[in-house]
């Protein structure tokens, strides 16, 4: 039998962060585990969310602060780890939270998950954190650790950013990534439209406003979406603003016979799908066979069926099963190091590393190079990234038109015109400028 405190915010919390670390999940889908549990009571739902969001993003700065009370913070059980970064993220961030009830749960649960041993540390620590005080940031003086305790990123990254964007947005940057990630939805155009997707939200007391993004998005404030009825009913999917934006650029026609070589989980796909409704159809490929069905559920849950055809099959393969110049448009939404979501998946940002975006680049180029043959002549090939270093976004252009000269890089534009008095051909949207995820979009037309 579960037990009172097995059903608390903060018990859930240290549970699921030790699960997101252990086993390199992404935390994302492990609240929203949670959260479709039903295990916790409505009113603890965000202070649950809080805490495990809150700590992941904060961990760099939560560590600094416990440092000076750990004699090896390496030889501690990660779940003990867990608990005293929650506990000391509520006394450092949660003004509204009573220091008695923070002391109080995260002894009861040290006593429930660990022994009287664990329970007589974990207090010893809290109560000397109250007696000495944190420790301030001010204090560093290395420029590069300070930003990087401030907002707990990686040095190396924190360098990379500086070094390609300059101090000042750099920094900029990096704090906003430590908000809270909005909720955004997109709409089916194909059977519903903005004002009735509001009005049914509104009706289960979701309330929503409208995207500064995209005029295909909302932006929800509260609310579990996929237990929406709009959403059960396919007239709306999850999506973040920028994500939608790649589609968008496409510039689709209802008879353009499209390619999607990265297609998981489908949100791309079925914004494709929505568009193509005369003759037109959308072959979505992954390299997952069992993440086909994710697409599929997608494609099926917003009556797009008639338009899509999944395949299982490496991007980089796909010139052994399509002909050249088949696809009048093809997307590339190519795997990166996804740092342009460090809002919504903090974790990334501990996972990864300089070599990694290396490999990746490589491997990005290489399904560039293979998706190119496969456009038709005056075809578009649209790549787009979920992150916002250079080595995954422009240099891999610049590499792909060097080597393809019947190609040209033109201008990526978006419905709402955004960052319309740029100079360079590519977008990228920062997560500080609209307060969506980080992301890139390069247009290529295949020259007649």
Known sequence: ??????????YLAVRDLTRIEKESSYSNKVVDQTLESQLLLDRDVNLYTNLVYGTIQNKLTLDFYLKPFLKDPNKL???????????????????????????????????????????????GVLHAI??????????????????????????????????????????????????????????????????????SLKKQEITTSESRVSPSALVVHGGFIPQSAAYKAGKITVQDESAILSVESMKLKPDDQVLDVCAAPGG?????????TGTGHVDALDIHKNKLRLIQRNVERMHLSGSVTTRALDARK?????????????????????????????????????????????IQLEI???????????????????????????????????????????????????????????????????GSDGFFIATLVKQK
Request: glycine share 4%; with cysteine; hydrophobic share 35%.
């Open 1 to 10: 039998m579960t037990s009172k405190i097995e059903k608390s915010a903060r």
């Open 77 to 123: 059980d990660l779940w003990v780890k867990q608990l005293l970064r929650i506990s000391v993220y509520q006394m450092a961030y949660l003004d509204r939270v009573p220091q008695h009830a923070i002391f109080n749960e995260a002894i009861e649960i040290s006593k429930q998950m660990g022994h009287e041993g664990t329970r007589r540390f974990v207090t």
């Open 130 to 199: 109250t007696r000495k005080g944190l420790s301030t940031v001010s204090e560093i003086d290395d420029p590069i650790k300070k930003i990087s305790v401030q907002t707990s990123t990686p040095e190396w990254l924190v360098k990379k950013l500086n070094d390609e964007l300059g101090k000042d947005k750099t920094d900029s940057l990096l704090k906003s990534t430590l908000q809270t990630p909005k909720q955004s939805i997109r709409i089916n155009s194909r059977t519903s439209s903005l004002a009735e997707v509001q009005d």
């Open 268 to 276: 791309k796909t079925t914004q494709i799908a929505e568009k193509l």
């Open 318 to 362: 796909s010139g052994t099963v399509f002909s050249t110049e088949t696809f009048d448009k093809i997307l590339v939404d190519a795997p990166c190091s996804g740092l342009g979501l460090l809002r919504r998946k903090p974790e990334i940002k501990y996972e990864k590393n300089a070599t990694d975006i290396l490999k990746l680049a490589q």
């Open 368 to 434: 560039l190079q293979a998706a190119a043959p496969l456009v038709k002549k005056g075809g578009q090939l649209t790549y787009s990234t979920c992150t916002i270093l250079n080595d995954e976004n422009q240099s891999v252009i610049d590499k792909f038109l060097a080597e393809n000269s019947d190609f040209a890089q033109i201008k990526t534009e978006t419905n709402l015109q955004l960052k319309k008095q740029r100079t360079e051909s590519s977008l990228t949207l920062y997560p500080d400028d609209y």
